[in-house]
């Protein structure tokens, strides 16, 4: 069994997810490689930035009390695997993240949950390469991943969680009446929206723009590079 009942992960689970990021962290390195010499970089990059994904995830605005939490800057970093190598990579990356989150802070109720909100709303993040090289893809390749990410947080929400959604809630004085569809598009975009316009006022500073390119460089061919299409 791969979680007991309190929601964790058990040993088998443990072993599992760390033979799972092992393989996959390689199989980054070589699905989009054509230049043998760059498999070290990109493998070296792609750690690096899931690791301080992982790390900053740690470091929360708030939290809420079923999962997710507004964080400093954890799903732009994984969107960056997307930025510098493609969707593929991209994907693969964020599913790396997804079984870090889950081995760290699991709350899981049953394997399709633990799928839909793990491996595939984090790898979704990944979708953010398939605008890249588009103007403003850095930004736009953001919020195309988060949005990735909202759909399938909002997916388990309403399937595994939809439950738990309270009946009405009051606003100026008002009872707005709540399904399972509006409250978990409130309970996962309140934190994965918020997160997202914070980041993205953050990428808007011309001085942040400029290093994620300079990064960029250094991430695929070793240089850096002018300001074109962040």
Known sequence: MFYNADGGLTTIGYTSVAILVFALIVLISV???????IGTTQIAFTSM??????????????A???????????????????YW?????????????????MAIDPYIVSIPQMLIDYPFAFGAL??????R????GLIKGYILGIFGRFFFSFLSGVIFFGMYAPESFSMFGSDIPLNAYTYSALYNGGYIFTEGALTVSI???????????????????????????V
């Open 49 to 62: 930035a899931i690791a301080l994904a992982t790390a900053f995830s740690m470091l929360k605005l708030f």
């Open 203 to 229: 990428l808007m500073v011309p001085a942040v723009r400029k290093s994620m390119e300079h990064l960029r460089g250094m991430a695929t061919d070793g240089t850096s590079r002018k300001v074109r299409n």
């Open 126 to 131: 990944g979708l953010a390469g398939f605008l």
């Open 85 to 101: 190598y493609g969707p593929a990579a991209g994907i693969l990356g964020g599913v790396v993240y997804g079984l870090l989150q």
């Open 133 to 136: 090289n588009m103007k403003n």
């Open 64 to 82: 809420m009390p079923m999962g997710g939490s507004v964080t400093l800057l954890s799903m732009f970093l994984v969107t960056l695997v997307a």
């Open 31 to 37: 699905i989009t490689e054509k230049d043998k010499k």
